[in-house]
C-alpha cells in the first residue's frame, strides 16, 4: 500500500506539473537516446573481429624499423616470415602471410568479372574463422591450384555455392584455379574485405620479390599455443628477421612485435615503432561524449526538481509530522526519479528506433538494436538506476531535510544560499561540458575541411585510375594510342599504384656520397612518361622523362624531400642506383602528397615502369566531358579487351575514403553537441520559468514602480549570462588542451584559432539568451494588475 501509494503521489505529481515534466522527461530520454546511439555504435566498433573462436590466441606482427636517426612502425613484413616463425618458434602453432592482389579478373567460359582478393597461407581457415559453407579449413588453400570464393562470386559464376565445389576458375586468362571451399560472404564484423583467396605458395611462384628478406610488404599472422607468454616469446625474437637479413652494419635494424589481433582494427597507427593509437581515441572520445551528455540530462533534472522543491514543502512537512522519517521519504523521491527514469528510457527507445536508420547511415554501419539481447536490456536497466539514481538523489537529499515547523508555519520553503549555489554550479558544469563539445566539433570540422580542401600539390580533380588487368597490359600500347584520339582526354600515364596512397617504399637506393650505414627510405612510383603532365606536377629542376632520350628508361626524377636528404648542390645529372639499375636524376618536382595527411611528405623517386607492374591507368578528363569521355573510353575498351570488364575510380573519392572515420566522426560530432546544447537549453528554459514564476510579484511592483521592459529582462537574464561566461572561461583552457593532443596526430593540421572559441562562446551565449528571452519577454510583457490582485 505504501508502494501504491508512493505512486500515486509520484503520477499525481507529474501531471500536476506538466510542463517541468515534459521538460524533465524530454531532457532525460534525449540524453539517454544519446547515449545508447554511442554505446550500440562502440559496442560495434569494439566487436569487430570479435567473432573469431582464436581471437584471444590470434596475433599480427608488426615490424619498428630503426634508420636515419628514427623509428617507424607497420604491418609490412617479409613474405618469407610467417613459414619461419612457425618453423623455428615452438609457441606458434600457425602462421599465415597474406598478400592483397591486384587486378584480379576472373572469367568462367564468356563470363568475366572483378573481384577484390587476396594470397593468403594455407592454415588461414584454421586460424581465422570465417563460415565454411562447402570444403573444409585444412583444404582450403592445400595446394597451389587451390583457391577459395565467397558465397556471392560462387552465385555469380557457378549458380550455387554446391555447385561452385572443384570447378574451373580461371584468373587474368593466365592460370586455372579449382575451387575447394566456399565461405560465408564477409561479415561487417571483419576489419578483413576479401571476395576469394588464393593459396600463398602458388602465389608466391609467380612473385620473385617475396621471396627476398628485403622486401616488405605482406602481413603475418600468427596463432600462439594455449597457455604462451605472448611477452616473452616477443622478447626473444624481436631480432628475428636479422637472421636472415642483418643490415644493422648499414644502420638499419629491424625490430618484430606481437599485437592481439583484436585490437589491430582500434589501435593500428604507430608511435615509435608500436602501435599506440587509432580508431580507439574515437571510440574513447565518444565514451566521454556519452557520459557528458547523460550527466547534462542528469543535472537538468536536480535543477528542475530541487528549484520546483518549494512548491512540495508542505506535502514534505505533513508527512514528517504524521512520522515519516528522513530515509522513507528519500527513498520516496528516489523511486519517482526513478520512474521518471523509466518513461524517459521509454521514450529514448522509441527516439532510437526513430533516428537508427539515419544513425546507420552517416556511420557506414548496420546497427541493429538486441532489444531480447541480456547484455541490451541489463544496460538499459542500468541506465535507468543510474540515472534515477545520479539525478534523484541531491534532489531527495535536499527535500527530506525540511524542517517540518518551519514549512507548516508559512507553508512554503524558500532555498536557502547553499541549495542556489548548487544549482548554479550545475548550470556551470554542463554549459562547460556543453562548450567543450562545441569547440572541439568546430575544431574536427576545420580538420576535416583542412585535409578535404588542402593543396596536394597535384590536381586531383578530373583524374580517373583506370585498372589494368594482366590481358589489357598486352595491348596497353594500342588501348592508350587510340585513347589519345578521344574528345575530352588531356593526357594519360601508366602507372605502379595510384598515388592517393603510395606506400610502396625502398632502401636499396645509392648515390655518390652517401654513407652506406645511413639507410633512408623511398617510396617509389612506377610511372608513365606523361606523369608529370597528368598529375599536373611542378618541376622545379631539370626536366620531364621524354621518349626523345632513351636514356631515360633508367632515369630518375626526385621530389624536394628525397633532394634535401641527398643534401648534393649538382643533384641534376648525379648517378642514382635503384634497385641496382644505375641511372642519372634528370629532374625534381616539388613535394606533393601521395599518402594521407597523418604522414609527413617522404622521399620519392619516380622511374619508367615496365608493363609487368602497370596496375592502373590514370587520365586527366577535360572538366565538362566527363560522361561522354568514360563512354568512349569503355567502348574502345571493349574493342581492344572484351572479355574483361572497364573499371574506375576517381581521385578524388578514392582521396576521400582516406578520412572515412573522420567524416563520421565530424558527423556524430556535430549531432551530439547539438542535442548537449538542447538539452542544457532544455534545463536553462526549466529554470528561467521556475525563476520568472518566483519573482511574478516582484517584476509585477517594479512595473508599477515604472521599470520598463529592457530592465525586466535585464533582471532575468543578466545571473544566467553570467553562468555562461564562467562556463566559458572553464571550458576554453580544457577544450584547447584536449584538441591540441588530437591534432598532433596529423602531421599536417589546421591552426587552432582564437576565433574558434569565441564562436563557441558567442554560440553558448547566444542560445543561452535565446532560451531565457524567451520566458523573460513573457514575464515583462505580463499585466502587473494580474500578478498583484492576490495582494
Not at 532525460?28 to 554511442?38: F, H, Q, V
Not at 581457415?125 to 587451390?146: K, M, R, V, W
Not at 588464393?198 to 600462439?224: C, R
Not at 553558448?764 to 531565457?772: C, D, G, P, R, Y
Request: hydrophobic share 45%; glycine share 6%; aromatic share 12%.
Amino acid at each position: 500500500m505504501m508502494l501504491q501509494s508512493h505512486c500515486k503521489v509520484a503520477f499525481r505529481n507529474l501531471w500536476k506539473n506538466r510542463g517541468f515534466s515534459a521538460i524533465n522527461i524530454a531532457g532525460l530520454a534525449l540524453g539517454m537516446a544519446c547515449s545508447l546511439l554511442i554505446f550500440l555504435w562502440i559496442q560495434d566498433e569494439k566487436g569487430i573481429n570479435g567473432f573469431h573462436k582464436n581471437i584471444k590466441q590470434i596475433y599480427q606482427v608488426y615490424e619498428a624499423q630503426h634508420y636515419d636517426g628514427k623509428i617507424e612502425g607497420q604491418y609490412a613484413t617479409p613474405g618469407l616470415l610467417a613459414q619461419e616463425l612457425e618453423k623455428q618458434v615452438p609457441a606458434v602453432e600457425m602462421a599465415v602471410s597474406m598478400a592483397e592482389i591486384y587486378g584480379n579478373t576472373f572469367s568462367v567460359g564468356t563470363k568475366a568479372l572483378k573481384q577484390k582478393g587476396t594470397a593468403a597461407g594455407k592454415h588461414f581457415f584454421q586460424i581465422f574463422s570465417y563460415p565454411l559453407l562447402q570444403g573444409n579449413a585444412a583444404d582450403a588453400l592445400a595446394t597451389p591450384e587451390s583457391i577459395a570464393i565467397s558465397r556471392s562470386m560462387a552465385v555469380n559464376f557457378f549458380g550455387s555455392p554446391e555447385k561452385a565445389m572443384l570447378q574451373t576458375i580461371r584468373y587474368e586468362n593466365e592460370r586455372d584455379y579449382t575451387v575447394k571451399a566456399v565461405f560465408e560472404d564477409i561479415t561487417p564484423q571483419s576489419s578483413m574485405v576479401f571476395d576469394f583467396l588464393l593459396n600463398w605458395d602458388g602465389y608466391v611462384e609467380h612473385q620473385d620479390w617475396l621471396k627476398d628478406w628485403g622486401n616488405h610488404m605482406p602481413a603475418t599472422y600468427v596463432l600462439f599455443r594455449p597457455g604462451t607468454n605472448v611477452a616473452a616469446v616477443g622478447a626473444k625474437v624481436k631480432n628475428f628477421i636479422e637472421r636472415f637479413e642483418d643490415d644493422s652494419k648499414y644502420g638499419f635494424h629491424v625490430e618484430i612485435g606481437f599485437q592481439p589481433y583484436k585490437e589491430v582494427y582500434l589501435k593500428s597507427q604507430f608511435e615509435n615503432g608500436k602501435p599506440a593509437w587509432g580508431r580507439f581515441e574515437y571510440v574513447n572520445l565518444f565514451t566521454l561524449v556519452a557520459i557528458f551528455i547523460l550527466v547534462i540530462a542528469c543535472i537538468n533534472f536536480m535543477n528542475l526538481t530541487t528549484a520546483r522543491s518549494v512548491k512540495r514543502a508542505r506535502e514534505i512537512g505533513v508527512r514528517k509530522v504524521i512520522g515519516a522519517n528522513r530515509m522513507s521519504l528519500v527513498w520516496q523521491f528516489m523511486g519517482e526519479a526513478v520512474l521518471i527514469a523509466l518513461i524517459a528510457a521509454l521514450l529514448a527507445l522509441l527516439l532510437i528506433i526513430l533516428s537508427l536508420p539515419f544513425f546507420n547511415q552517416v556511420t557506414g554501419k548496420q546497427i541493429a538494436i538486441p532489444i531480447f539481447s541480456g547484455q541490451f536490456l541489463g544496460v538499459m536497466l542500468a541506465l535507468i538506476l543510474i540515472t534515477g539514481f545520479l539525478s534523484g538523489s541531491y534532489p531527495a537529499l535536499f527535500l527530506a531535510g525540511f524542517n517540518p515547523v518551519r514549512v507548516l508555519k508559512g507553508g512554503s520553503l524558500q532555498a536557502g544560499p547553499a541549495a542556489l549555489w548548487f544549482r548554479k554550479s550545475l548550470v556551470v558544469f554542463q554549459f562547460t561540458l556543453s562548450i567543450i563539445l562545441i569547440i572541439a566539433t568546430i575544431l574536427i570540422s576545420q580538420q576535416v575541411d583542412y585535409v578535404q580542401q588542402s593543396n596536394l600539390g597535384y590536381n586531383r580533380e578530373n583524374l580517373v585510375a583506370i585498372d589494368i588487368d594482366n590481358e589489357m597490359s598486352k595491348h596497353l600500347s594500342s588501348f592508350t594510342t587510340e585513347a589519345a584520339r578521344i574528345s575530352g582526354i588531356n593526357s594519360m600515364s601508366e602507372v605502379s599504384q595510384v598515388p592517393v596512397n603510395a606506400e610502396n617504399s625502398t632502401l636499396g637506393v645509392r648515390w655518390p656520397g652517401k654513407d652506406p650505414k645511413n639507410k633512408v627510405a623511398f617510396t617509389q612510383l612506377g610511372v608513365g612518361y606523361d606523369f608529370i603532365k597528368t598529375m599536373k606536377l611542378t618541376v622545379v629542376e631539370g626536366r620531364d622523362f621524354s621518349k626523345s632520350f632513351l636514356s631515360d628508361s633508367v632515369a630518375y626524377i626526385i621530389n624536394e624531400a628525397a633532394a634535401k636528404k641527398i643534401n648534393n648542390k649538382n643533384i641534376l645529372g648525379m648517378p642514382f642506383t635503384f634497385w641496382g639499375k644505375e641511372g642519372k636524376v634528370i629532374g625534381v618536382v616539388k613535394d606533393f602528397h601521395f599518402q594521407s595527411l597523418h604522414h609527413k611528405i617522404n622521399p620519392l623517386v619516380l622511374r619508367i615502369t615496365t608493363p609487368t607492374y602497370i596496375n592502373s591507368l590514370l587520365v586527366r578528363l577535360e572538366p565538362g566531358h566527363t560522361e561522354a569521355t568514360l563512354g568512349s573510353l569503355e567502348k574502345l575498351w571493349k574493342q581492344v579487351n572484351p572479355k574483361f570488364p572497364f573499371s574506375y575510380q576517381f581521385s578524388s573519392e578514392e582521396y576521400a575514403k582516406l578520412y572515412k572515420s573522420e567524416q563520421v566522426i565530424k558527423s556524430l560530432s556535430n549531432v551530439f553537441a547539438f542535442l548537449a546544447i538542447v538539452i542544457s537549453c532544455l534545463g536553462l528554459l526549466g529554470l528561467s520559468i521556475f525563476t520568472a514564476e518566483q519573482r511574478t510579484k516582484e517584476f509585477g511592483v517594479r512595473k508599477v514602480l515604472g521599470a520598463n521592459f529592457i530592465t525586466l529582462c535585464r533582471l532575468l537574464t543578466t545571473n544566467f549570462v553570467l553562468l555562461v561566461g564562467l562556463a566559458f572561461i572553464i571550458a576554453a583552457p580544457i577544450a584547447w588542451w584536449a584538441m591540441y593532443k588530437w591534432l598532433q596526430h596529423y602531421a599536417y593540421h589546421t591552426a587552432i584559432s582564437w576565433w574558434i572559441f569565441v564562436t563557441a562562446g558567442l554560440l553558448a551565449m547566444l542560445i543561452a539568451l535565446l532560451t531565457v528571452c524567451f520566458q523573460a519577454i513573457k514575464v515583462a510583457r505580463t499585466n502587473p494588475l494580474k500578478s498583484l490582485k492576490t495582494e
